[in-house]
């Protein structure tokens, strides 16, 4: 059973930084796409950022240029450097994996249980 652990949120003022943290745990073979994505309140969730395993990149229009996706495959890890911050950020951020624990089929992981980020003065 593969299951993502969340971390790094918490209370920043706009204009800050934070780094966010999703690392998979359990027997797992392979890892192809990794990507963060929240729910604001209200709101339905929505893309945020993902990264394929060559490194290609993708980011909602919305955070282009203040926030950076990157993960670390010898720890099962993902990452969300943030900058930049505004109060429209404001959301739990959840992180999704495609992997293979057999080396045969890939599927979607389900949810971890989120990290709060608050960017409030």
């Known amino acids: 059973q593969v299951q993502l652990v969340e971390s790094g949120g918490g209370l920043v003022q706009p204009g800050g930084s934070l780094r966010l943290s999703c690392a998979a745990t359990?027997?797992?073979?392979?890892?192809?796409?990794m990507g963060w994505y929240r729910q604001a309140p209200g709101k339905e969730r929505e893309m945020v950022a993902t990264i394929t395993r060559d490194g290609r990149k993708n980011y909602v229009d919305s955070v282009k240029d203040r926030f950076t996706i990157s993960r670390d495959d010898a720890k099962n890890t993902v990452y969300l450097q943030m900058n930049s911050l505004k109060p429209e950020d404001t959301a739990v951020y959840y992180c999704?994996?495609?992997?293979?624990?057999?080396?045969?089929?890939?599927?979607?992981?389900?949810w971890g249980q989120g990290t709060q980020v608050t960017v409030s003065s």
């Open positions: 359990g027997s797992i073979f392979s890892i192809d796409g």
């Open positions: 999704q994996m495609f992997l293979s624990v057999d080396g045969r089929r890939f599927y979607y992981t389900g």
